[in-house]
């Protein structure tokens, strides 16, 4: 059996192409343009690559981008202090700090202090709240997209089972309050799980969110499974170059699985794509337009 590989990158080109559409259209409404805030501390280099992709494609949208480089030693309370300035400025209708911040910094509470309203990323202690609670949130970007992935793929997705592997507040766990909403049966696996392999291979759908590469064997999957890889982990190959690899053995889970989103070009680009997204989300509720259709979960 050879699964289909599950193409990101096309998926994620034809969200934002959909995102400008909306974009072009709340323009002509509205008379004024969304606008998305990006706050980046540090010199990391992952960050930097993704910070600049979100520039160059929120413009690509038709959107505002307003971006922050802050140095890696800048203090707290600076960091706070511009939060609190996006959040009161009304040309900016999403703010996303990336992360990873800098030790000396408190995540939670940088997070924490965006408005919820703007909050693109979903962090937001009251948006985490609201989508367990099965109200209208702000949903974080990797698992809305790889939801987005999974829905295209089979529809409904009700009744069928759902392992999350992993337990992080980014992806896995928001990831599996999106399937207990779609109406899946969810296990949330990790790394106190007993028997872990076997939990895997009960899944219809194996969402892989846990950072270490290729964890996820073919014997893992079960068969025709659709499996969504959300790792990215660079890993050395035997020549000394890097390369990109998932949490999933890509090609034994090839070996098994229905379908299977490859790393590089699966669930990362959906990312920017649903950040995006969101931000025209917010803006049509800052102006109480209904959500823009297909874009939300
Ligand atoms: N505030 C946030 N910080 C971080 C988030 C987030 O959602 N919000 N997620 C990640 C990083 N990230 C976006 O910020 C991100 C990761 C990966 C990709 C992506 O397109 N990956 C490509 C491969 C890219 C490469 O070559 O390195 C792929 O998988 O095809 C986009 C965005 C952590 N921080």
């Known amino acids: 059996m050879t699964a289909d590989v599950i193409d990101g990158k096309a998926f994620a080109a034809g ?24 706050v980046l501390v540090g010199e990391d280099p992952a960050s930097q690559v993704y910070v600049r992709n979100k520039h160059r494609q929120t413009l690509e949208a038709g959107m505002e981008s307003f971006e922050h480089r802050l140095p890696a030693d800048t203090p707290q309370a600076d960091i706070l202090a511009l939060v609190e300035k996006l959040n009161a400025d009304p040309a900016v209708n ?36 609201r989508l367990g609670a099965g109200l209208k949130a702000m949903v974080p970007c990797t698992p809305l997209g790889s939801l987005m992935l999974l829905r295209d793929r089979h529809g409904s997705l009700s ?14 766990k928001p990831m ?3 399937l207990l909403k779609d109406s899946c049966t969810v296990t949330i696996a990790h790394s106190r799980t007993k028997d872990i392999e076997a939990v895997c291979r009960g899944a219809d759908i194996l969402v892989a969110a846990v ?20 790792g990215i ?51 049509h509720r800052s102006v109480g337009l209904p959500d823009p259709e297909g874009l939300t979960a």
């Open 15 to 38: 969200i934002r192409a959909r995102v400008a559409e909306g974009v072009a259209a709340f323009k002509a409404s509205q008379g004024f343009t969304p606008g998305l805030a990006v």
């Open 94 to 129: 999403g703010i996303l700090v990336q992360l990873p911040l800098p030790d000396h910094v408190d995540a939670d509470l940088v997070i924490n202090s965006v408005s919820a309203d703007k909050d693109v990323d979903g962090f937001h202690i009251s948006n985490v709240g």
């Open 159 to 172: 009744g069928m089972n759902a392992v999350v592997l992993g337990r992080s507040n980014i992806v896995g």
């Open 176 to 178: 599996a309050q999106l």
């Open 211 to 230: 950072g270490r590469p290729e964890m996820v064997r073919g014997s893992w999957i079960r068969p025709g499974a659709t499996v969504i890889d959300v």
């Open 233 to 283: 982990n660079r890993i050395e190959t035997p020549e000394g170059k890097t390369r990109l690899v998932g949490d999933v053995h890509f090609a034994e889970a090839m070996e098994v699985a229905g379908a299977v989103t490859p790393v590089p070009g699966g669930v990362g680009p959906m990312t920017i794509a649903c950040l995006l997204a969101n931000t025209l989300t917010s803006a």
